[in-house]
C-alpha cells in the first residue's frame, strides 16, 4: 500500500515562503515522475509542479514558474515543493503523488494533503 504523507502547510501572509514535504512509503520516489498537486475550494485538483523519475525534467503550472520550486530527496524518500512570493489564490489544499510521465494517471491513494492559507 502506498502511503504519501504531506506535511509543512500552515497560514502565511501574501508574498511569504513555505517548504512542503511528502514523505512516501511502499514506493522509492526516485524511481517515479513525482507531482505535487493542489485543490482550491470548490475547484478541481491540478498539478502544479512535476519532477521526472530521473530529475532532469520539471513542470511547473504557468501561475506558479519562477515561485515554486519541486525538488527531490533520495535518501530521504521524500518530495518538497519550495514555495516563495505565496499569493491570494495559491490557498489550496496541497498534495503529492507518483504517475505516469505527464502525471496525468496517478499511482497513489490521495493522502491528507496540507493546506496552505495565504492572507492578505
Known amino acids: 500500500q502506498v502511503e504519501l504523507v504531506e506535511s509543512g502547510g500552515g497560514l502565511v501572509q501574501a508574498g511569504g515562503s513555505l517548504r512542503l514535504s511528502c514523505a512516501a512509503s511502499e514506493l522509492t520516489v526516485s524511481n517515479y515522475a513525482m507531482g505535487w498537486y493542489r485543490q482550491a475550494p470548490g475547484k478541481e485538483r491540478e498539478l502544479v509542479a512535476g519532477?521526472?523519475?530521473?530529475?532532469?525534467?520539471?513542470y511547473y503550472k504557468d501561475s506558479v514558474k519562477g515561485r515554486f520550486t519541486i525538488s527531490r530527496d533520495s535518501a530521504k524518500n521524500t518530495v518538497y515543493l519550495q514555495m516563495i512570493n505565496l499569493k491570494l489564490e495559491d490557498t489550496a489544499v496541497y498534495y503529492c503523488?507518483?504517475?505516469?510521465?505527464?502525471?496525468?494517471?496517478?499511482?497513489?491513494?490521495w493522502g491528507q494533503g496540507t493546506q496552505v492559507t495565504v492572507s492578505s
Open positions: 503523488n507518483a504517475g505516469n510521465s505527464r502525471l496525468t494517471v496517478v499511482f497513489g491513494s
Open positions: 519532477i521526472s523519475s530521473a530529475g532532469g525534467s520539471t
